[in-house]
């Protein structure tokens, strides 16, 4: 600590300084502990799925709430990849899926700024994307798919823990948007006399 006294800095900053040191530290322990319990949950419970369930029969549960049906999905999380135009699926998606989770996982944690429930949010996206993407090289092309829930009319696409918590991630990742957008002060112009 003298060393740091010595080149300049106050008691003061070299405090500040080792808390954003540790606010860094306990930030990159979120987002890789969030990530590999991601990746941990789905491709165990893909291996349970891939292991015992039957090929061409459904299983249902809880009032026909829960449906266990295994499906190997060639398109993107919840059949997306189907959207788009033939020259962009398979290996193309795979690259910009690369890419894009690179991108925003260096993002999360070199970022300091971020609130933590963004941090959450998009680490969970992360994880979700990262294992269904590892399915994908590992399995050619497929992800395998074997939930769906429903109410009353309301039938779910078949999906994966991955494809949950992309969903979960990105939908509190806009939740913690529009709430610091609500909890911000209103913007005053500054008035100046003439």
Request: charged share 15%.
């Amino acid at each position: 600590m003298s060393d740091l006294y010595a080149a300049g800095f106050s008691r003061r900053s070299g405090r500040k300084c080792m808390a954003r040191v540790m606010t860094t530290r306990k930030r990159i322990i979120l987002v890789l502990f969030i990530i590999f319990s991601c990746i941990g949950c789905d491709q165990i419970t893909k291996e349970i799925a891939q292991s015992h369930l039957p090929r061409m029969k459904v299983l249902s549960f809880a009032g026909d709430t829960l449906r266990l049906d295994y499906t190997e999905n060639r398109g993107a999380v919840l059949s997306f990849e189907y959207c788009l135009p033939e020259g962009w699926r398979g290996s193309t998606l795979t690259a910009a899926v690369t890419m894009f989770l690179g991108s925003l996982i260096f993002f999360l944690l070199f970022t300091a700024f971020l609130p933590h429930p963004s941090v959450i949010a998009l680490s969970l996206l992360c994880g979700g994307g990262l294992s269904n993407l590892l399915d994908r090289i590992a399995f050619g092309g497929y992800v395998v798919d074997f939930l769906s829930i429903g109410w009353g009319g309301f039938r779910s696409a078949i999906f994966n823990v991955a494809d949950a918590a992309i969903t979960m991630g990105t939908a509190l990742f806009f939740i913690s948007i529009l709430w610091s957008l609500c909890s911000s002060p209103p913007h005053r112009p500054i008035l100046r006399p003439r």
